[in-house]
């Protein structure tokens, strides 16, 4: 089959890759454009120096980059509250009523007249803004929000803010029901995503592409293992990932250092806020580096990597990052959630927050054992989860999709002649 002329949506750009999110979309679109041709339109700050690595990026891999300047507003100060505040009148989320635009509506309905055979959608909130076309829509899920907003509020002990989330919650299942079964195909990063999106919303249209890792990258790390140092690494403006820092921080770490007083513990992850900048200035032992170029030398550098999240969805491309680096991992069963590793053999898997300190001392106590188990894990992770098999997996998906719809246009022309004109 020749290839395809695919247009990629997306909310946040892929390039550079610093953020879980950005190296599934940036890695899968890279291998597939030796493929198909391949337009990428994004809603970003165009003026922005990112913006412009992104473009010159892409387009060495001959991908066209359309940047759709309108930036998302922030998320703090009073014009925020107010904004959340008027969504209690809206049916849609927060997060998909503040993300339609016109500028992208108008760059997608302009594009719709090219030959398009495929439409991916990065983020399920700018299905509403897909253009009226011909061609199919493949939305991808990163993450099923609904179930992160669903532990939100069984995690959120105040009263009005775990109100608020109940109402978050059940405006994002009415809203992905309704996504998913208008789509010619969801794809899911992990089966329990997909399971949760056949049973939950009766969408049969479901199909699998894990998370990866590019096994050369990693291979190339530099190793130099450290004694005593603990990471946290994640974008720093992902809540499910806050709340994990925050236990980390007040919970873990203390109980950590009450056993192993010279242990140190390096967060490091893509725009942190302020107030965790505050945060960690007054801590001792804990170090914070943002937006980092390359995070390989956090991984060859630590002992262990603390995975602390009650809150998530789709799989953790951290934890595979660590493995691939012969990190040892010490996870909750969330965090190591849709994952093809087994706790025990792979990884340290603990239920709850209240454990997770005690088995990141013993990683620290038993380097031995801990780095056996990660080596274990590293040659699961090379088998499985390489960006080249999983490109396939989506290139799978894209041609029967566009085979597909070609198929139902067929249909439906004979039956609009044998009828005498369209219907």
């Known amino acids: 089959m020749p290839g395809l002329n695919v247009g990629i949506v997306d909310a946040d750009l892929a390039y550079p890759p610093t953020s879980g999110k950005r190296l599934r979309t940036l890695n899968l679109m890279l291998r597939l454009a030796d493929r198909h041709r391949i337009t990428y339109l994004v809603r970003c700050d165009a003026n922005s120096d990112e913006a412009r690595e ?10 066209e980059t359309v940047l759709v ?32 635009s016109e500028r992208v509506r108008q760059a997608l309905r302009q594009r719709a007249f090219s030959p398009i055979d495929l439409w991916q959608f ?50 994002y299942e009415r809203f992905e029901r309704h996504a998913f079964q208008s789509v010619a195909r969801v794809v899911a990063c992990t089966e329990e995503d997909a399971s949760l999106v056949r049973e939950r919303f009766g969408a049969d249209n479901v199909d699998v592409v894990d998370n990866g890792i590019d096994r050369d990258y990693y291979d190339q790390a530099p190793v130099a293992r450290a004694a005593n140092r603990i990471l946290f690494l994640g974008s720093l403006e992902w809540r499910p990932n806050l709340d994990g820092v925050r236990l980390l921080l007040d919970r873990v770490f203390p109980a950590v250092r009450q056993q192993q007083a010279d242990v140190e513990l390096v967060l490091v992850g893509r725009n942190p806020p302020a107030w ?15 937006n980092v170029p390359d995070v390989r030398p956090f991984l060859g550098g630590c ?11 789709g799989s953790r491309l951290k934890i595979l990052e660590a493995l691939a680096c012969g990190l040892p991992v010490v996870s909750t069963r969330i965090g190591a959630e849709g994952l093809c590793l087994r706790p025990g053999t792979d990884f340290v898997q603990v239920e709850g927050i209240e454990e997770m300190a005690a088995a990141l001392v013993a990683c620290l106590r038993r380097p031995e054992e801990a780095r056996a188990q990660a080596e274990h894990g590293r040659q699961v992770v090379r088998a499985r989860y390489d960006w080249g098999a999983l490109a396939d997996k989506l290139d799978a998906v894209w041609n029967e999709c566009v085979a597909g719809n070609k198929s139902a246009g067929r249909e439906r022309s004979l039956l609009e002649r044998s009828r005498g004109g369209p219907l």
């Open 276 to 290: 965790l900048s505050e945060k960690v200035r007054g801590l001792p032992g804990v170090e914070l580096h943002a």
């Open 122 to 171: 990065e983020w399920a909130p700018y299905l509403p803004m897909r253009p009226a076309s011909a061609a199919p829509v493949v939305v991808v899920a990163h993450n099923v929000e609904s179930l992160i907003w669903q532990r939100y509020t069984e995690t959120e002990g105040h009263p009005l803010k775990r109100w608020y989330a109940r109402r978050q919650w059940h405006k």
């Open 54 to 63: 992104a473009v010159a990026h892409l387009a060495k891999h001959g991908i």
């Open 69 to 100: 300047h309108h930036p998302v507003p922030p998320k703090r100060g009073a014009a925020f509250y107010a904004r959340l505040a008027a969504n209690l009148l809206s049916p849609l989320p927060y997060s998909v009523s503040s993300h339609q």
């Open 303 to 313: 002992s262990a990597m603390a995975v602390p999240l009650r809150i998530g969805g």
